[in-house]
């Protein structure tokens, strides 16, 4: 009965002791399985995509292509406003030159003037001034403000680039007309102010 026992006591023994190594490789296991749930969790909030399935990359790449896009149309924008001006500027030195409806009235108003102001007993020179001399004035005087604005406009087309955007050269064309206006600007200019000055084209002698 004692050998019995003891040979029982034993199995129990070597039993328990199975029970407690399969009980250590199940934690063991079970450790590795949550490290190895762990790294696999991390890996893939890493390479999460977006609520709309794009990754943060494309994201980044389609925010500087929108960018790209404003500056682009802002650069266009700007363009399209500097030859606008640059054809006004031209525009304006032409009539400077030519001469306008504006010109024709207030010549012919400062004729009428004349007419009512001058008495027929007024020297010829006192009516040639009146008459004539005052329209040419009127004239002189109107083709000069054209001048003065075409000027003005071509002088800020050709500088509006210093403020600007830097690193954006103005196109030639809008160079060419913008020069061109400033140039008949000033010739416009400079026949206005010598025709109102009498300095040519002056009243004839009436001697």
Do not use: C
Not at 16 to 30: F, M, P
Not at 47 to 57: N, V
Not at 93 to 120: C, D, F, H, M
Not at 185 to 203: E, P, T
């Amino acid at each position: 009965m004692g050998t019995k026992t003891v040979d029982e006591a034993g199995a129990e023994t070597g039993t328990e002791a199975q029970r407690d190594e399969r009980t250590v490789d199940v934690t063991k296991a079970g450790e590795a399985g949550a490290t190895t749930d762990e790294e696999t969790g991390t890996a893939a909030v890493a390479e999460e995509p977006d609520e709309d399935g794009t990754d943060l990359d494309e994201h980044d790449e389609a925010d500087e292509n929108l960018m790209g896009d404003d500056t682009g149309a802002a650069g266009q924008n700007a363009g399209v406003g500097q030859g606008a001006a640059a054809v006004v500027s031209a525009g304006l030195g032409v009539v400077s030159l030519t001469g306008s409806w504006v010109a024709t009235v207030a010549a012919a108003r400062e004729t009428l003037v004349g007419q009512l102001e001058t008495s027929s007993t007024a020297t010829v020179a006192k009516q040639v001034k009146e008459v004539y001399g005052d329209a040419w004035a009127a004239t002189a005087l109107v083709g000069g403000l054209f001048a003065l604005a075409a000027l003005i406009v071509g002088v800020f087309v050709l500088v509006r680039p210093a403020f600007g955007a830097p690193g954006k050269p103005q196109a030639a064309w809008i160079k060419s007309v913008a020069w061109a206006g400033v140039s008949l600007g000033v010739i416009g200019l400079v026949l206005a102010v010598a025709k109102y000055s009498d300095i040519i084209l002056g009243l004839p002698s009436t001697s």
